[in-house]
C-alpha cells in the first residue's frame, strides 16, 4: 500500500502512536517525491547505501549546495536566541528555496511546544522535491551553565553535573548514563544531533572553554568522551536508528590557546604548540574515534609549532586545513564520518570584530572567523574548505557562496558528492526518511522524567570534591542557624534551620562562590560573554569579602564552582571546608557540605598556587604549573 506524504504528520498531531521505531514494514512507503511510485530511496528494505545512491541520482547541483549547509532555526532573532517559536516563513525559504535540511535549534520552550514546533519544521520539508527530512542539531541542553554558542539551560531536560564534573567522577559507566538519559530526552523531542561531547584538553588554566571538556588528562579524556558518544548514539558500533548523532570538537588543539583567549576572537586566533604536545591533545580524540563518532567539528585556531608528517602545518584554520583534516584525521586516524565545521568560519571579519570599541561594539552581525584566510573571497573560503575536507559548513544559512565556486569550477562533483554522501546517509542512519516526526505527548513524559532527574541529582553529589575538611567528618549536628551567600533560603528551612543576617550568630556559614575572572574584552561579542584572565581572589571581590566575613561563624563551608581552575591559595586556610563543584543545585551542594551525601569527586585539572605559576606555564601542555596547590586527581575521603 501507499503510505500518502502528509499520514506521519497526521499521526503524529492527532495524537495517534507515531511510526514504529522500526520504520515502514515492507507494503508502506513515504512518497518524499510525490511521483506515486516506491522510489529506491523511499524504500525502508533497501540498503543504506544503495538508497543514498538512488538519492544522490536524484539531487540537483542546487539541491547538493543547500545539504552542505547547517544552517540556524529562526526564533526571536536570526541565530534563534529568545523566542518561543521559529519563524516559519524564513524556514520555508531557507528549506524550500535554499534546500537546506540541517539546522542548530537553540529554542528554550516546554518539550510538547518543542517537539510540536521541530514536527512543523518536518512538514516543510516534506514539501520540497524529495522530501529530504531535516536533521535538527543542539548544543548541550543538560547542564547547569549556559553560553551563547556554546550550550543551552532550560526548557526542562534533566540537569546535570557540567562534563567537568562528569569527568570528576572517573566514572564512565555514569557518563554513559547520563549519555542514554539525554538521547532519550532529545529524540523526544526531535533532536538528532548533538554538537558534542567536547574531546578538548584543557591544557591552559585561563581558557574559558574549559568547562564543558572532561579535563587535562589525554587518557580520561578519551575514556570519557568514548563513553559519552555510546551513551548517546545508543552503542559502541555507531549511531542507532533512535540514537543521537554525537560531533566530537574541536579537532584538534583547542585548549592550547596562549592567555586562555578564545578561537571566537581576532585576538585568540592562534594556538601555539609543539610536536609533542599536539600529540597529547590528538590522543584526547582516541575514544570517540573508537566508539564510532558520528562526526568532527575542526577547532578555530591556527596551529603553530605544528609538524605533520615532516612538514609544518599550513598557517590557517583547522577548517581549512588539509593537513589537519585530510592527512590526520582521514589518513592516520581513518575516520569515516560527517566533518561539520564550526560557525561563521567563512565570513568576513570586519573592524566591529577586529577593533570594537564602546560606541561600536562586536555584534553578532559582525562574527566571523576566517582565521588565515581573510584574503580570500567567500567563494574562495568554501572552495578551500571543501578540498580541506569539511562536508557541511555550521552557521550558513545559504550556500550561494558555494555554488559559485563550484560553477567557477573550484570544486570538484568527485568531492561535492562525498560530501553529500556522507550527510544523507547519517538521515537514513538515524531513521529520519522513513519517519522524522515525534509524538508531543510522550515528548512531555520523557522529557521532565523524575527518574532520570533522580540520576541527575545523585551525579551532582557524586561529582563535588572536597578540597579541605578541617579534619573532621562533614555533618550537620548541632547546626540550627545559618548564615548564607548565593544559597537559596528555602532549602536551607528545608534542613529546619533558621537563617540569620549576621555570620557571627550562625552555627553554619555556607558559602557558594564562582572562580575569579576579568572581562578583558568588553567590546568584543564573545569576549565580553567569557571568563578570561586571573584566576585568583583580590581584596575588594564581593565572593572573597564574603569568605572573610564567614570566618564569624562557628563553622563555614565554602563551595567553588569550578568552570577554570581557581587559585584558592589565600582562601583554604579561611574556610573550615573548601568544596570543588562542577554545576550542582544548592540542594546538592548542603546535602554534600552536611555529610548526607558523599563527595566522591577528583580535581579533572590541577589547581595552581599562583598567577605567576599559571603565565610561567605552556599552554599546550595539560598540569604543568609549578608547585600547585591541589594535583590533577586530588579529593579527600575518595578511594
Same mark, same amino acid.
Given at each position: 500500500m501507499k503510505l500518502q506524504v502528509?499520514?506521519?504528520?497526521?499521526?503524529?498531531?492527532?495524537?495517534?502512536? @507515531?511510526?514504529?521505531?522500526?520504520?515502514?514494514?515492507?507494503?508502506?512507503?513515504?512518497?518524499?517525491?510525490?511521483?506515486?511510485?516506491?522510489?529506491?530511496?523511499?524504500?525502508?528494505?533497501?540498503?543504506?547505501?544503495?538508497?543514498?545512491?538512488?538519492?544522490?541520482?536524484?539531487?540537483?547541483?542546487?539541491?547538493?549546495? *543547500?545539504?552542505m549547509m547547517h544552517g540556524s532555526l529562526p526564533a526571536g532573532d536570526e541565530l534563534g536566541h529568545g523566542g518561543t517559536i521559529y519563524d516559519l516563513a524564513q524556514?520555508?525559504?531557507?528549506?524550500?528555496?535554499?534546500?537546506?535540511?540541517? %539546522?542548530?535549534?537553540?529554542?528554550?520552550?516546554? @518539550?510538547?511546544?518543542?517537539?510540536?514546533?521541530?514536527?512543523?519544521?518536518?512538514?516543510?520539508?516534506?514539501?520540497?522535491?524529495?522530501?529530504?527530512?531535516?536533521?535538527?542539531?543542539?548544543?548541550?541542553?543538560?547542564? /547547569?551553565?549556559?553560553?551563547?554558542?556554546?550550550?543551552? =539551560?532550560? *526548557?526542562?531536560?534533566?540537569?546535570?553535573?557540567?562534563?567537568?564534573?562528569?569527568?570528576?567522577?572517573g566514572d564512565a559507566d555514569l557518563v554513559r548514563r547520563?549519555?542514554?538519559?539525554?538521547?532519550?530526552?532529545?529524540?523526544?523531542?526531535?533532536?538528532?544531533?548533538?554538537?558534542?561531547?567536547?574531546?578538548?584538553?584543557?591544557?591552559? @588554566?585561563?581558557?574559558?572553554?574549559?568547562?564543558?571538556? %572532561?579535563?587535562?588528562?589525554?587518557?580520561?579524556?578519551?575514556?570519557?568522551?568514548?563513553?559519552?558518544?555510546?551513551? %548517546?548514539?545508543?552503542?559502541?558500533?555507531?549511531?542507532?536508528?533512535?540514537?543521537?548523532?554525537?560531533?566530537?570538537?574541536?579537532?584538534?588543539?583547542?585548549?592550547?590557546?596562549?592567555?586562555?583567549?578564545?578561537?571566537?576572537?581576532?585576538?585568540?586566533?592562534?594556538?601555539?604548540?609543539?610536536? =609533542?604536545?599536539?600529540a597529547q591533545h590528538v590522543a584526547a580524540f582516541d575514544g570517540a574515534f573508537a566508539a564510532q563518532v558520528t562526526g568532527v567539528m575542526p577547532t578555530y585556531p591556527i596551529l603553530e609549532g605544528v609538524s605533520l608528517d615532516g612538514k609544518p602545518l599550513e598557517p590557517v584554520a583547522a577548517g581549512f586545513n588539509k593537513q589537519v583534516l585530510t592527512d590526520l584525521l582521514r589518513g592516520h586516524k581513518g575516520f569515516k564520518g560527517l566533518v561539520l565545521s564550526d560557525w561563521a568560519i567563512t565570513k568576513d571579519c570586519n573592524?566591529?570584530?577586529?577593533?570594537?570599541?564602546?560606541?561600536?561594539?562586536?555584534?553578532?552581525?559582525?562574527?566571523?572567523?576566517?582565521?588565515?584566510?581573510?584574503?580570500?573571497?567567500?567563494p574562495q573560503r568554501f572552495a578551500k574548505g571543501v578540498a580541506a575536507g569539511i562536508d557541511q559548513f555550521g552557521g550558513v544559512n545559504d550556500g550561494a557562496m558555494l555554488l559559485q565556486a563550484v560553477q567557477a569550477g573550484d570544486v570538484p562533483a568527485?568531492?561535492?558528492?562525498?560530501?553529500?554522501?556522507?550527510?544523507?546517509?547519517?538521515? /537514513?542512519?538515524?531513521?529520519? %526518511?522513513?519517519?522524522?516526526?515525534?509524538?508531543?505527548?510522550?515528548a512531555e513524559q520523557v522529557v521532565g522524567d523524575p527518574a532520570a532527574q533522580a540520576q541527575a541529582d545523585l551525579a551532582q553529589r557524586k561529582a563535588q570534591v572536597i578540597l579541605e575538611?578541617?579534619?573532621?567528618?562533614?555533618? =550537620?549536628?548541632?547546626?540550627?542557624?545559618?548564615?548564607?551567600?548565593?544559597?537559596?533560603?528555602?532549602?536551607?528551612?528545608?534542613?529546619?534551620?533558621?537563617?540569620?543576617?549576621?555570620p557571627a550568630e550562625a552555627d553554619l556559614a555556607i558559602l557558594r562562590v564562582n572562580a575569579p575572572f576579568d572581562r578583558l574584552h568588553p567590546h568584543h561579542f564573545f569576549g565580553s560573554r567569557q571568563n578570561e584572565g586571573r584566576l585568583d581572589f583580590r581584596d575588594g571581590d564581593a565572593d572573597y569579602e564574603a569568605i572573610k566575613q564567614a570566618r564569624a561563624a562557628r563553622r563555614s563551608v565554602v563551595a567553588i564552582n569550578l568552570d577554570r581552575p581557581a587559585i584558592l591559595t589565600n582562601v583554604r586556610d579561611k574556610a573550615d571546608v573548601l568544596i570543588a563543584t562542577f554545576g550542582a543545585s544548592d540542594a546538592a551542594v548542603l546535602d554534600v557540605a552536611t555529610g548526607q551525601a558523599k563527595a566522591e569527586g577528583r580535581l579533572p585539572f590541577e589547581l595552581p598556587s599562583s598567577m605567576a605559576a599559571v603565565e610561567a606555564q605552556d599552554p599546550a601542555r595539560p598540569d604543568d604549573s609549578a608547585a600547585p596547590l591541589y594535583p590533577y586527581g586530588y579529593g579527600l575521603g575518595v578511594n
Open positions: 502528509c499520514l506521519s504528520a497526521l499521526l503524529v498531531l492527532t495524537g495517534c502512536a @507515531p511510526l514504529s521505531a522500526g520504520g515502514l514494514s515492507q507494503a508502506e512507503y513515504r512518497d518524499l517525491n510525490h511521483n506515486g511510485r516506491k522510489d529506491v530511496y523511499e524504500d525502508a528494505t533497501r540498503s543504506i547505501d544503495d538508497r543514498v545512491d538512488d538519492l544522490l541520482a536524484q539531487m540537483t547541483l542546487e539541491e547538493k549546495v *543547500g545539504a524556514v520555508e525559504t531557507m528549506i524550500g528555496e535554499r534546500h537546506l535540511n540541517s %539546522f542548530i535549534t537553540r529554542l528554550v520552550v516546554a @518539550p510538547r511546544r518543542l517537539a510540536e514546533q521541530n514536527n512543523a519544521i518536518q512538514r516543510l520539508a516534506e514539501k520540497t522535491r524529495l522530501g529530504v527530512p531535516v536533521t535538527i542539531s543542539t548544543d548541550p541542553r543538560n547542564h /547547569f551553565q549556559a553560553v551563547l554558542g556554546a550550550s543551552t =539551560a532550560g *526548557g526542562g531536560f534533566s540537569l546535570w553535573p557540567e562534563t567537568l564534573g562528569l569527568a570528576a567522577t547520563f549519555g542514554d538519559v539525554a538521547r532519550r530526552e532529545y529524540r523526544a523531542v526531535g533532536i538528532h544531533m548533538a554538537l558534542s561531547p567536547q574531546a578538548d584538553l584543557a591544557s591552559e @588554566p585561563r581558557w574559558p572553554r574549559g568547562t564543558a571538556t %572532561f579535563g587535562s588528562n589525554p587518557a580520561a579524556v578519551s575514556r570519557m568522551a568514548g563513553a559519552y558518544v555510546e551513551g %548517546f548514539q545508543g552503542g559502541v558500533d555507531g549511531v542507532r536508528q533512535d540514537g543521537v548523532a554525537t560531533i566530537v570538537k574541536h579537532w584538534v588543539g583547542y585548549g592550547a590557546e596562549p592567555e586562555g583567549f578564545d578561537g571566537h576572537n581576532v585576538y585568540g586566533r592562534v594556538a601555539r604548540l609543539d610536536d =609533542a604536545s599536539f573592524s566591529a570584530c577586529t577593533a570594537p570599541t564602546s560606541d561600536h561594539p562586536q555584534e553578532a552581525k559582525d562574527i566571523g572567523m576566517p582565521w588565515g584566510v581573510e584574503t580570500l573571497t567567500q568527485a568531492r561535492l558528492d562525498e560530501a553529500v554522501r556522507h550527510i544523507m546517509r547519517l538521515k /537514513f542512519e538515524l531513521g529520519l %526518511f522513513d519517519n522524522p516526526y515525534v509524538n508531543p505527548e510522550a575538611d578541617g579534619g573532621k567528618p562533614l555533618t =550537620a549536628e548541632g547546626v540550627r542557624t545559618v548564615w548564607l551567600y548565593n544559597v537559596d533560603p528555602e532549602d536551607a528551612h528545608r534542613h529546619g534551620w533558621t537563617v540569620v543576617d549576621n
